[in-house]
C-alpha cells in the first residue's frame, strides 16, 4: 500500500513537472540593434530624410530671397506691390508649414516602412528559439514593463543572435 501511495506521488510530481509552464524572456529592440539589416534600413532613413532637409532648405533660402526683396521695396513702392509681396511671402511660410507637415509623415512612414521587415525577422527567430525550446511564452523586457522576471525565465538573446546569424 505504501508503495502505491509512493509511486501515485512520484508519477503526480512528475506529471506536474512536466506541464510546468516555460516562459523565455527577451529585450527585441538589442536584437534589432545588432541585425545588419537594420543599419542598412537606416542608411536608407538617413538619405531619404537628407533629401528632405534638402527640399526644406531650399525652400527656406526661397523665403529668405522673398523676404529680402520685400525689404529692398523701400518706400517708394506702390502699396499695391507691397501687397503682392506680402501675399507671395505668407504662400511662401504656409507652403514651408505644410511641407514641414508632410515630410513628418513621410518620415514615419518611411521609417516602419524600413524597419517593419527587420522587426518581423526578429520575431520569427524569437518564435522559432520559443517552439524550439518548448516556452509558451516569451516576453519582451526592452520596454522594461516587465516589474520582476525570475531566473527560471530563459533568456533567449543568445539563441536568437545565433538563429540570425548576428556573433
Known amino acids: 500500500m505504501k508503495f502505491v501511495a509512493v509511486m501515485l506521488f512520484v508519477g503526480i510530481t512528475a506529471s506536474v513537472n512536466a506541464q510546468t509552464p516555460k516562459f523565455g524572456h527577451i529585450d527585441l529592440q538589442a536584437v534589432v540593434q545588432l541585425m545588419p539589416e537594420r543599419a542598412t534600413a ?6 531619404f530624410q537628407g533629401e528632405l532637409e534638402e527640399i526644406f532648405g531650399d525652400m527656406q533660402k526661397d ?5 529680402a526683396d ?8 506702390s502699396e499695391i506691390k ?3 509681396k506680402v501675399a507671395e511671402i505668407q504662400d511662401m511660410q504656409q507652403r514651408i508649414q505644410n511641407y514641414q507637415q508632410t515630410a513628418q509623415q513621410q518620415l514615419q512612414a518611411k521609417q516602419t516602412e524600413l524597419l517593419q521587415p527587420v522587426f518581423t525577422k526578429a ?3 524569437v518564435s522559432e528559439v520559443a517552439k524550439e525550446k518548448g516556452l509558451i511564452y516569451v ?3 526592452g520596454p522594461k514593463v516587465i516589474l520582476y522576471k525570475s531566473n527560471e525565465s530563459m533568456d533567449l538573446l543568445p539563441l536568437v543572435k545565433t538563429k540570425l546569424g548576428i556573433k
Open 82 to 84: 507691397k501687397n503682392a
Open 63 to 67: 523665403l529668405q530671397a522673398k523676404m
Open 123 to 125: 520575431e520569427n527567430a
Open 42 to 47: 537606416e542608411t536608407a532613413f538617413n538619405k
Open 70 to 77: 520685400f525689404e529692398q521695396l523701400g518706400d517708394s513702392a
Open 139 to 141: 516576453f519582451d523586457i
